[in-house]
């Protein structure tokens, strides 16, 4: 994890953000000591995300469009174990809105508990092309409301 990655990770504000979607942990979820495996909390922030465009009709997951988000850097901080049976409200926010890319931050709670926090950056991609093509703006006016200062 670069320097730049772990500045951000520790800024993240420990709070609830702005969108938020119910994670129920499951069984499968844990790892040998009980808990919930490291890499489940990427898939919580993806589930989360895809939820959020899906809400939105931004992007069509029913179908290939050209064009669309990718993952260009993805970081984690865990902060506390989770164990079963577990809700964790999985929570984001834009925190950088660019003409090709837009960033999300999340925080992940477990009632009172932050326990996971990650940082995002997403490139909006033409597919065929293999190139960043500029974010649509029925995307930019739906990612605006969900704007956070950190």
């Not at 129920?24 to 489940?40: E, R, Y």
């Given at each position: 994890?670069s320097?730049?990655?772990?500045k951000?990770?520790?800024?993240?504000?420990?709070?609830?953000?702005?969108?938020?979607?119910q994670?129920?942990?499951?069984?499968?979820?844990l790892?040998?000591?009980?808990?919930v495996?490291?890499?489940?909390?990427?898939?919580?922030?993806?589930?989360?995300?895809?939820?959020?465009?899906?809400?939105?009709?931004?992007?069509?997951t029913?179908?290939?469009?050209?064009?669309g988000?990718v993952?260009?850097?993805?970081a984690v901080?865990?902060?506390?174990?989770?164990?079963f049976p577990?809700?964790?409200?999985?929570t984001?926010g834009?925190?950088?809105?660019?003409?090709?890319?837009?960033?999300m931050?999340?925080t992940?709670?477990?009632?009172?508990?932050?326990?996971?926090?990650?940082?995002?950056?997403?490139?909006w991609?033409?597919?065929?092309?293999?190139?960043?093509?500029r974010l649509?703006?029925?995307?930019?006016?739906?990612?605006?409301?969900?704007?956070?200062?950190?």
């Amino acid at each position: 994890m670069s320097v730049q990655e772990k500045k951000i990770l520790s800024s993240i504000p420990l709070k609830r953000l702005p969108y938020s979607i119910q994670q129920k942990v499951s069984w499968s979820d844990l790892d040998a000591f009980a808990h919930v495996n490291h890499t489940k909390y990427p898939v919580y922030f993806e589930n989360a995300r895809t939820e959020f465009f899906s809400e939105r009709d931004v992007w069509n997951t029913q179908q290939i469009e050209p064009t669309g988000p990718v993952v260009h850097e993805l970081a984690v901080q865990f902060r506390s174990q989770v164990r079963f049976p577990a809700t964790l409200e999985v929570t984001i926010g834009i925190s950088k809105l660019g003409s090709r890319k837009f960033e999300m931050i999340c925080t992940m709670w477990n009632e009172n508990d932050c326990v996971c926090t990650a940082h995002g950056e997403f490139l909006w991609i033409h597919f065929e092309r293999g190139i960043p093509v500029r974010l649509p703006a029925r995307l930019i006016d739906a990612l605006k409301p969900f704007a956070v200062d950190f």
